[in-house]
C-alpha cells in the first residue's frame, strides 16, 4: 500500500504542535530489567534521577508545553525507587500519569500503591525480542496474548484504569499484527489502546554518513545500530496492508505527517466501536475532529487517553453523534440491525501504527511533526527517541549521502 492510496486529506490531522500537545515524556531513568531488540535506549545502572530533578522537569513541562498526560519512561520506570513519589506529582500538576512499562515488576500490591498515587493508565509494552525468560522465553506475538491478558486483566480487578499495549514491529512480525488486534476485539471491555511501533536502527546498507555538527562519526558508535542488514524502513501503511488484508473495512481516522512529508504517516490511528463479539464500525476524521475540538475548549488540552468510563461509551457516541460523521452514523446503523443491540454495552477502542524517523534520500531525516514524545534534556524540549545522540554528542545526528 502505497501513500496514493490513503489520502491524508481524508483524515483528521491531529492538532498538536511542540508548545501545545496531548502527551510529554518523562524518563526518570534509564536502566531497565529486560533488554529489548530494537531499544533505542543505552540500559545505564544506577541512572536514577532525584526526585528533584524529576520535580524540575515536570514544571518544565508545565511552562513550556500544554499538556494532558505525561508518559513515564525509560528505561522501565518501575525500576526507579520513588516512582510512586514521581505518579504522584504528576497527579499534582493536573496531568495524567502514564506508565509505559515492560510489565516484569508490576505486582497488584504495587499496582494498588500506584493507583492511590494517581496513576490513570498503562502502556504496556510486549513484543516477542524482549528476551523475556522463563514462561515467555521464545514465545511468538501471538502466543504473548496471553502475557497481555494478564496485564490487562491485572488493571481491571483493580479497576478504573486505563489499559494499553504497544509492540515494536519487525519484518518477521509484521504478519502477526491482524491476530494481535483480533485479540484486543475480544477483548475489547478491558484494553483500550494498541500501539504497533515500526523498527528502526542504523544498518550497513544505509547510503549515508554521519556527523555531529562539523565532525564526522563513526556509524558503528553509535548505541542504535547493528552490524546485521535488517529491515528498517516498514512503513505505517504497510502495516496497514497487511491489518486490511484480515479486516477489510479497518480504516484509519486520523495522522501526524512527517517534518520533511506531508502525506507520510507517522501516527496513523484508527478509531472502532463495538462489542467483544462485533465490531460495529470505524469512527470517521469529524469524530476525532469533535473529541479533540471540544477536549481542548472545556479542558484546556488535546485528549490523550481516554479513561475507562470514557471507553465505555461506545453506544452513546453512536446515538448521540452519529449526525457529524459518516464512520458513526454506519457504525449505528450497523448496530441497529438488531434492535437488541441498544441494549448492549459497547466499547470505543484504539489502534495506532507509528512510523519513526525516516531517511530521505537526500539525508534530510523526517520527524513527526508535532511530536508527542517530547522529553527535557539540559532544560530543552528534545526528540526522547534521539535522546541517546545528544547524550554522545552533544547534538542530533546528521546523514549525508555518501559521495
Not at 505486582?107 to 510486549?126: D, Q, W
Not at 440491525?337 to 501504527?353: A, D, E, G, M, T
Not at 508527542?372 to 526522547?384: A, C, F, Q
Request: contains cysteine; positive net charge; proline residues 4%.
Amino acid at each position: 500500500m502505497n501513500n496514493t492510496i490513503l489520502n491524508h486529506r481524508e483524515l483528521y490531522r491531529l492538532p498538536w504542535t511542540l508548545p501545545d500537545n496531548a502527551i510529554s515524556w518523562l524518563e526518570p531513568t534509564s536502566m531497565c530489567n529486560l533488554a529489548c531488540d530494537g531499544c533505542y535506549r543505552d540500559n545505564e545502572k544506577d541512572s536514577h534521577k532525584t526526585i528533584e530533578q524529576i520535580k524540575h522537569e515536570l514544571d518544565l513541562f508545565v511552562q513550556k508545553r500544554n499538556s494532558d498526560c505525561i508518559s513515564v519512561a525509560g528505561g522501565d520506570p518501575l525500576v526507579h525507587p520513588e516512582i510512586v513519589e514521581i505518579v504522584r506529582q504528576i497527579k499534582l500538576r493536573g496531568l495524567k500519569p502514564i506508565l509505559n512499562t515492560n510489565g516484569v515488576a508490576l505486582t497488584p500490591e504495587f499496582l494498588k500503591e500506584l493507583k492511590n498515587a494517581g496513576v490513570f493508565g498503562f502502556t504496556f509494552h510486549v513484543d516477542s525480542k524482549q528476551g523475556r525468560g522463563g514462561k515467555w522465553k521464545d514465545k511468538s506475538e501471538i502466543e504473548l496474548n496471553e502475557l497481555r491478558f494478564h496485564y490487562a486483566k491485572m488493571l481491571a480487578d483493580e479497576g478504573n484504569i486505563a489499559c494499553s499495549f504497544n509492540a515494536t514491529v519487525y519484518e518477521d512480525t509484521l504478519q502477526d499484527i491482524p491476530g494481535m488486534i483480533d485479540w484486543a476485539h475480544k477483548n475489547i471491555d478491558i484494553v483500550n489502546t494498541m500501539v504497533f511501533i515500526a523498527f528502526r536502527y542504523i544498518v550497513p546498507t544505509m547510503p549515508f554518513d554521519w556527523y555531529a555538527g562539523g565532525q564526522k562519526v563513526d556509524w558503528q558508535t553509535i548505541i542504535y545500530h547493528t552490524e546485521q542488514k535488517r529491515k528498517v524502513d516498514i512503513l505505517s501503511t504497510d502495516m496497514l496492508k497487511t491489518v486490511k488484508e484480515r479486516i477489510p473495512e479497518f480504516k484509519p481516522c486520523a495522522f501526524l505527517n512527517g517534518t520533511e512529508k506531508v502525506d507520510s504517516y507517522k501516527w496513523l490511528l484508527t478509531e472502532r466501536v463495538g462489542t467483544r463479539k462485533k465490531i460495529y464500525g470505524y469512527l470517521g476524521p469529524k469524530f476525532m475532529e469533535l473529541v479533540m475540538t471540544f477536549h481542548h475548549l472545556f479542558k484546556g488540552t488535546y485528549l490523550s487517553y481516554a479513561d475507562t468510563k470514557t471507553s465505555k461509551m461506545g453506544r452513546s457516541t453512536l446515538l448521540f453523534l452519529w449526525a457529524f460523521d459518516k464512520g458513526v452514523k454506519k457504525a449505528l446503523f450497523k448496530m441497529l440491525r438488531n434492535p437488541f443491540r441498544v441494549f448492549k454495552k459497547s466499547y470505543l477502542q484504539s489502534i495506532l501504527f507509528i512510523q519513526p524517523v525516516d531517511f530521505m534520500e537526500d539525508g534530510r531525516q523526517s520527524m513527526c511533526d508535532g511530536c508527542p514524545d517530547i522529553t527535557v534534556l539540559n532544560d530543552e524540549l528534545v526528540w526522547s527517541c534521539r535522546l541517546e545522540e545528544h547524550k554522545q554528542f552533544g547534538q542530533f545526528l546528521r546523514s549525508v549521502p555518501k559521495g
